[in-house]
T-cell receptor, first 113, second 113 residues
Framework: KQEVTQIPAALSVPEGENLVLNCSFTDSAIYNLQWFRQDPGKGLTSLLLIQSSQREQTSGRLNASLDKSSGRSTLYIAASQPGDSATYLCAVEGGGSARQLTFGSGTQLTVLP | EAQVTQNPRYLITVTGKKLTVTCSQNMNHEYMSWYRQDPGLGLRQIYYSMNVEVTDKGDVPEGYKVSRKEKRNFPLILESPSPNQTSLYFC????????????FGAGTRLSVL
């Protein structure tokens, strides 16, 4: 059964720093990996999706990488801002037919002004 | 505006009193699913539906029912709620084919006393 782990569980950084969030998964037979953002009282918003055949995806200040063979992904946030404060979740879509996502527990990020 | 709408957003009930949480999407998505989110456990899938009249169990289906009579609606039914179903619930939808970018509702916080 797929397991997804995110480290650290919480992270606090001063504004302007570059930072990396980590995600690892146990079964490399995946279709894709997604990074989501969750704000308090709101649902999840998809940030980046990396197909299993891809190595990375970029959107603005965000860059996500995928190393499927080692079961790892990183989310790089450049020049962090207080508005980036949120919980970041990674999720993998397994190799079955159900299109099910398996989520990590998330990293709670606080960017201090 | 593309959206997934859940109602109610907050609900307090007592053990054994049947309740329904509604979910509706306006994107003509085939795939819809329900997740629950608990501290330290991440999001876990309860049920999913690949299309009208097609539903299947996720990882934690016990105590829940769903139906998919129309493409846009996917209600979650708790026939006899128990305190261990106190949680934050999310509905999500996506296209069945192509990239599985899932759109999430804002969540329903349920407390069962």
């Amino acid at each position: 059964k797929q397991e997804v782990t995110q480290i650290p569980a919480a992270l606090s950084v001063p504004e302007g720093e570059n930072l990396v969030l980590n995600c690892s998964f146990t079964d490399s037979a995946i279709y894709n990996l997604q990074w989501f953002r969750q704000d308090p009282g709101k649902g999840l918003t998809s940030l980046l999706l990396i197909q299993s055949s891809q190595r990375e995806q970029t959107s603005g200040r965000l860059n996500a990488s995928l190393d499927k063979s080692s079961g790892r992904s990183t989310l790089y946030i450049a020049a962090s801002q207080p508005g980036d404060s949120a919980t970041y979740l990674c999720a993998v879509e397994g190799g079955g037919s159900a299109r099910q996502l398996t989520f990590g527990s998330g990293t709670q990020l606080t960017v201090l002004p | 505006e593309a959206q997934v709408t859940q109602n109610p957003r907050y609900l307090i009930t007592v053990t054994g009193k049947k309740l329904t949480v509604t979910c509706s999407q306006n994107m003509n998505h085939e795939y819809m699913s329900w997740y629950r989110q608990d501290p330290g456990l991440g999001l876990r899938q309860i049920y999913y539906s690949m299309n009208v009249e097609v539903t299947d169990k996720g990882d934690v289906p016990e105590g829940y029912k769903v139906s998919r009579k129309e493409k846009r609606n996917f209600p979650l039914i708790l026939e006899s709620p128990s305190p261990n179903q106190t949680s934050l619930y999310f509905c999500a939808s996506s296209l069945w084919s192509g990239e599985n970018i899932q759109y999430f509702g804002a969540g329903t916080r349920l407390s069962v006393l």
